[in-house]
C-alpha cells in the first residue's frame, strides 16, 4: 500500500471508526494527534508517545518555518528523521499561529505578512508558501493555507473571511500539484453559520481533497456552540474521506465530536497540562500541586498503565511538581497522552462493536464520580 | 547473599576493580553513582539510568530533610519506593550542603542549626539526626556527618575541623548501630596535609566501617593538588574496604581517581551539564549552543550507542537546545551519564586485562584530537 486513503470500517450512529492508509504507516480512527510544536512533543521522547499509542503527530509550520527553518529541516532529511518520529505527521498551514503569536501582520488577497514573535524578523505566508514549506518538511498531511477568524464575530465578516479562505484553498490545491502518498485536507470555515458552513463544504469539494477539516472551532466558541455546529458541520463534508477537528479538545469535548462524526483531533492539552500539574484520569481532573496528594501513597488511577501509574505515587508526583524537577512534566505527560490514547481506543473498539452509546454513559458516569476522596 | 561486602577481584597499578554486594544488588567498581538530589536524577527516568549502566544512585540528605523530609519519605515506604530506584543508595549526611546552600549557620561540638534555602525554616543536623534520616530515607550505604572546610584553609584550621570530623565519626558510629545488609562509611579528612590526612585515616580505622571517603577534595583546589593528595589518601586507607572520593568530576579527574585507587564517584556535572548544554565524548567537551552544529547532520559521537546518538543529528540537538525543549536535557543528560557509565566499564575491564596504562594512554590521546571537525 503505497497511497493514501481512508477506510471506513464501521459507522455507530454518526460516530465513525476506520484507517487511514499512508506510506508511513496506518492511522487508526477515531485518531488524537499529539501536538510537536517545535519538532518535540514536549517532555517526551518520540519512542515513548508512539508507546502511548500515537499514530501520527501534529506539527507547527509557524514554529518550524521561523526556528530551524524548512530549509534547513529539508536538507536534514526531512522532519520525520530530523525528530526522529518514522510515523505519519501532519502540519498545520500556519495561518492560525500567525494570527494568535506574530506581531504587525498584514492580511491582504496574496496572503499574510508578519514578524517572527521570537526575533522580530519578517515573513510572508501565503497558500503558495504554505504548501513550499510543508513539503519542505516531507509532512504526510498537508493542511491548506486559510484564514481563521476568532469567534465572536460579526456574520458578514466571518462570510468574507470564509470566501477568502476558498480562493486560498484552490490556490493551496494548485500548489500542492501532484504527489503520490501524501494528502492534503481542505478546512471548511463559516464560523456558527450553518449557510456559510454548507457553502464552504461544496467550495471544497468542487476543488476536491483527499481529507476534510472543520476549521474555526475551539475558539473561544464554547462547547454548546460547538457541539451545535458540530450537529451539522461534519456531515456537509464527504463521508468518504477523513474529517478532522482541529484544536480540540479537553476529553468530553473529543467524545462528543467523535459522537457527531469526527475522525481527527488535535490538542496541546494533554501535553501543556502535564507540565502545569493538571491531570486527565477517567474520574475527570486533578491538580497535583494541591496539598491533599503530599501523603497519598496511591497512583493517579489505580487502573491506568502508564509508567507515571505504575511505578509513583501521588506523593512523588506532587513532590516533584513542587521541587520543579523535570520529571513531573515527563511523567505527567506521558500519562494525560495515555489517558487520551486509551480514550480513543475505547471509542473505536465502541465504534466497532455498536456500544458507543452505552460507553458513553460510562465514560460520563465515571466522570460525574470525581476524583477519589483523599485519604 | 544478605550482607554487605565488598570483593577486590583485580588490581592494576594502585587502581583496583571489583565488586560491592548489598541486598539490593551488586555495584560494579570503579563505581560512578549519578546524583539524585531530590528523588529524581534531573532529566531522566530512573529506567533510562539504569540503562546507562549506573548500579547505584546518590541522593542528597540536606534537600531530602527539607522537601519532602525524611519522615515522609519513610512513612511512604522508603527513598528505593518513593523514587522507583530499587538498586542501592548511597546518601551523604547533609553536613557539605548545609555548608555551601543554607542560610545563617552555626556550627557547634553537637552540631549544626541552619536556616532552609527553601522557606527559612530551622533545622539542625548532627551525627545523631543525620544517621536518623538516612535510616528513615532506607539508605543503603550511609555517611558519617562530617565538616568540611573550603580550601584554601591554614593547615590549624584543618587540624581542628578533622578532629571533630573525628569525633563526629565516632558518634556516627555509635549511632548507626547494628544494621545487617546496610553499611556505614567513615570520611577522611585533613585537607592537603599528608599527616593530618594519616592522623584522620587511622582514627578511622579505630572507629571502623564498611567503607571509606576521601572527603574534603573537590572544593577548589585544582586537579593537581587533588592528585597530589590522592598520591597517599586511599593508600592510608584500609584496602579491603571500597574507597569513595566524594564529589568528583570531570573525566580526567576521575581517571586519575581510578589510577590512584579510587573505586567510587559521584559527581552532578553530566547530569548538570547536560542541562547546559555541554557534552562529555571520548573526543572532549563540546557545546551544543555553538552555531557550528546548527546544520550538522552528525551523531555527537558516532561510535556512542545512546539514545541522543542513535536517533538525532547535532542539528536537532541544537536546534532544541536553543528552543529551551525539555528534550535537549533529556538526550543530553541521557548521553553524558551513558558516556561516564562507558568510562567506568572501559576502566574495569582494562583494570581486569591488567592493560589500564595503555587504556588511560588511549584516553589522554582521544581527548587530545578533540571534536571532530566542522563540516
Not at 229 to 243: F, G, I
Not at 326 to 344: A, D, F, G, V
Amino acid at each position: 500500500m503505497n497511497k493514501f486513503s481512508f477506510d471506513l470500517a464501521a459507522t455507530d450512529g454518526r460516530a465513525r471508526t476506520g484507517t487511514i492508509h499512508t506510506p508511513r504507516g496506518e492511522i487508526r480512527t477515531p485518531a488524537f494527534m499529539p501536538v510537536g510544536t517545535a519538532a518535540t512533543v514536549k517532555a517526551m521522547l518520540p519512542g515513548s508517545v508512539r508507546e502511548t499509542g500515537a499514530d501520527i503527530l501534529l506539527g507547527n509550520t509557524y514554529h518550524l518555518m521561523l526556528r530551524p527553518t524548512a530549509e534547513r529541516i529539508a536538507a536534514l532529511g526531512g522532519l520525520h528523521k530530523f525528530m526522529n518520529w518514522d510515523r505519519p505527521i501532519l502540519t498545520d498551514s500556519g495561518g492560525f499561529q500567525v494570527m494568535s503569536l506574530s506581531d504587525l501582520r498584514k492580511l491582504t488577497e496574496e496572503g499574510v505578512t508578519f514578524k517572527s514573535h521570537i526575533d522580530g524578523s519578517k515573513h510572508t505566508l501565503s497558500p503558495e508558501r504554505s504548501m513550499e514549506i510543508q513539503e519542505l518538511l516531507g509532512s504526510d498531511i498537508v493542511m491548506c493555507f486559510d484564514e481563521c477568524p476568532a469567534l465572536p464575530a460579526d456574520r458578514d465578516r466571518i462570510g468574507r473571511s470564509m470566501e477568502l479562505s476558498m480562493r486560498w484553498a484552490a490556490r493551496s490545491r494548485a500548489a500542492f500539484g501532484d504527489r503520490p502518498g501524501y494528502a492534503l485536507f481542505g478546512i471548511q470555515q463559516g464560523g456558527l453559520e450553518e449557510d456559510l458552513r454548507g457553502q464552504s463544504a461544496e467550495a471544497l469539494r468542487e476543488i476536491g481533497f483527499e481529507g476534510y477539516a472543520v476549521g474555526g472551532l475551539a475558539v473561544g466558541e464554547g462547547q454548546e456552540a460547538m457541539f451545535g455546529c458540530l450537529d451539522y458541520a461534519p456531515e456537509q463534508l464527504p463521508a468518504d474521506k477523513p474529517r478532522y477537528l482541529m484544536g480540540v479538545g479537553k476529553p468530553d469535548d473529543i467524545v462528543g465530536a467523535v459522537a457527531r462524526g469526527i475522525d481527527m483531533m488535535d490538542c496541546v492539552l494533554p501535553s501543556r497540562s502535564g507540565r502545569t500539574g493538571q491531570v486527565f484520569t477517567r474520574h475527570g481532573v486533578l491538580n497535583i500541586k494541591n496539598a491533599r496528594h503530599q501523603n497519598d501513597p496511591r497512583p493517579l488511577d489505580e487502573d491506568c498503565t502508564c509508567p507515571a501509574c505504575r511505578g509513583y505515587s501521588r506523593a512523588y508526583l506532587h513532590h516533584v511538581f513542587r521541587a520543579q524537577e523535570m520529571i513531573s512534566s515527563m511523567l505527567l505527560t506521558w500519562h494525560n497522552l495515555h489517558y487520551y490514547q486509551q480514550l480513543m481506543s475505547g471509542m473505536r473498539e465502541a465504534i466497532a462493536a455498536g456500544t458507543f452509546e452505552a460507553w458513553q454513559a460510562d465514560f460520563h458516569a465515571a466522570r460525574a464520580q470525581r476524583d477519589i476522596d483523599p485519604l
